[in-house]
């Protein structure tokens, strides 16, 4: 199993920028894909970005469209910790930004952490 844990959240002014963080702890070995979502009031969850981990920090990266150019995420395998460095944030980037990961072996599973909430006022 493993567990992922968000911090960073918070609420900043347009054009600020703000960086997320999220801990993996347990069987982080088995982790093979971490990526961040977002969830918007009234919006389904969509994909802001991800990262492979193919025994190395920079992997493939992948971004929404949104947010190419002004995010980026990347990793830390000694920490177990994995990072979206947002900047020039917009009032539309506000929502709940959630970690997540395929981890397991044989099988892997989508893992969630709880999410932490980015407010962006204009």
Do not use: H
Request: proline share 2%.
């Amino acid at each position: 199993q493993v567990q992922l844990m968000e911090s960073g959240g918070g609420s900043v002014q347009a054009g600020e920028s703000l960086r997320l963080s999220c801990a993996a702890s347990g069987r982080v070995f088995t982790i093979k894909l971490m990526g961040w979502y977002r969830q918007a009031p009234g919006k389904q969850r969509e994909l802001v970005a991800t990262i492979t981990r193919d025994g190395s920090l920079d992997g493939s990266l992948n971004y929404a469209d949104s947010v190419k150019g002004r995010f980026a995420i990347s990793g830390d395998n000694a920490k177990n910790t994995w990072y979206l460095q947002m900047n020039s944030l917009k009032p539309d980037d506000t929502a709940v930004y959630y970690c997540n990961a395929e981890a397991g072996w044989p099988i892997a599973v989508e893992v969630w952490g709880q999410g932490t909430l980015v407010t962006v006022s204009s």
